[in-house]
């Protein structure tokens, strides 16, 4: 799998509900992924998740004081570990910052 490393990330949740019946599986999807052309280390990830998602990264240990944090601290992690598995020395990276938009999304940088 070939990862690049990102300078900024951004999670959004976009809140799509799916018709006919609820799955009971954990289930996050990618809905998108933007690059900025100028600088490509630079971009954001658009995820939705469902409910029994946030619910499984609560009983692997995630916290936070909404869906959205939990499944952020879920995503930097994620991050953290393919580039640790890409041999990218990922500590002092830097300061992650999280805003908290008015429509419900969530950005990361």
């Not at 900024?8 to 006919?20: A, C, P, V, Y």
């Not at 692997?60 to 869906?67: L, R």
């Not at 041999?87 to 429509?103: A, E, F, K, L, M």
């Amino acid at each position: 799998m070939k990862v690049k490393k990102t300078a900024k990330t951004t999670l959004k949740k976009k809140n799509t509900k799916s018709k006919g019946k609820k799955s009971e599986e954990p289930i996050v999807k990618v809905l998108n992924l933007n690059v900025n052309p100028e600088n490509p280390r630079n971009g954001f990830f658009e995820l939705d998740w469902n409910d029994e998602f946030v619910n499984m990264l609560k009983q692997s240990g995630y916290q936070g004081a909404s869906d959205e944090e939990i499944v952020d601290r879920w995503f930097q992690t994620l991050c953290k570990t393919i580039g640790n598995e890409q041999g990218i020395d990922v500590t002092g990276s830097g300061y992650v910052q999280i805003n908290r938009r008015d429509d419900g999304k969530t950005e990361v940088s």
